[in-house]
């Protein structure tokens, strides 16, 4: 990685339909505004914990800045490289770890898989300065449910902290893009599998996923129970073999029931 004390030049970045950063790659800033209201937050009885994991001290520095100034969010541990995470993750009780993917002895990818075998519940950021296709999909592959550029850190980084404790994925507009033209491939490639293997009820209980509903809000909208809806979300992941909410969502945009 570069000098950590040259990526803290703060750049105006562009806005997008979703939430997103953009696609610049220094490390983050610690002068932005206040992020978004806290009225979307946790309550602050009950604090995201995290985990943070960067082999620059200065850059662990400016992150803990962006994340303990919110009242629903506490640093609880800091790691210097991936093994050191994994040590601090048996450690400490942390809901979410937020990694780096460029570490020594372990990086962010390796330790990722390692926490998501170790601590199944645990959620996984990566934060990076690599806007790269690559990285991302082993990162996604690794676990991770977000992908944050450090050169937005101090405009995204919160939003995709509660997003990720939400069970909701978090991209920047490149990495959506990333995946669609990854789906153009394997269609070209006939890797894709066939369509008509979901019920009505089914996609229209993954399109609300896929558009962030809680099981909650689908049971009202579709004036079904809480424990109808959870169990299609079941039969969704099963039938289709993939493991969470962000992969559902992958395969939503896929199939054509939700905008990217």
């Known amino acids: 990685m570069s000098d950590p004390s040259s990526q803290y030049e703060p750049r105006e970045p562009s806005r997008s339909s979703v939430p997103a950063a953009s696609s610049a790659s220094s490390a983050p800033s610690v002068s932005?505004?206040?992020s978004a209201s806290f009225a979307s937050a946790a309550p602050a009885a009950s604090k995201i914990r995290i985990l943070l994991a960067d082999d620059h001290a200065l850059v662990r520095r400016g992150v803990r800045l962006i994340l303990d100034r919110e009242p629903d969010l506490e640093v609880v541990a800091e790691a210097?490289?991936?093994a050191e995470a994994i040590d601090m993750a048996r450690a400490h009780e942390a809901d979410l770890a937020v990694l780096d993917i460029a570490m020594p002895r372990l990086t962010g990818l390796q330790a990722a898989r390692e926490l998501a075998a170790l601590k199944p519940g645990l959620?996984?950021?990566?934060l990076t300065m690599h806007d790269n296709e690559q990285y991302l999909f082993q990162a996604l592959k690794s676990g991770a449910c977000g992908y944050?550029?450090?050169?937005v850190a101090d405009r995204d980084l919160v939003a995709a902290c509660r997003a990720a404790m939400r069970d909701e994925p978090f991209l920047y507009p490149g990495a959506v893009t990333a995946l669609i033209r990854?789906?153009?491939?394997?269609?070209r490639h006939g890797e894709e599998t066939s369509d008509?293997?979901?019920?009505?009820?089914?996609?229209?209980?993954?399109?609300?996923v896929a558009e962030g509903h809680s099981s909650k809000e689908i049971a009202e909208i579709l004036f079904i129970s809480i424990k109808t809806v959870q169990r299609h979300r079941a039969n969704l992941l099963q039938k289709l073999g993939l493991r969470d909410r962000l992969e559902l969502t992958r395969?939503?945009?896929?199939?054509?029931l939700i905008e990217p």
């Open 196 to 208: 008509h293997i979901l019920t009505p009820r089914e996609e229209e209980v993954l399109k609300l």
């Open 32 to 34: 932005a505004e206040p």
């Open 80 to 82: 210097g490289d991936g």
């Open 251 to 256: 395969y939503a945009i896929r199939a054509g």
């Open 148 to 151: 944050v550029l450090k050169s």
């Open 123 to 126: 959620r996984i950021l990566m």
């Open 182 to 187: 990854n789906y153009l491939d394997r269609v």
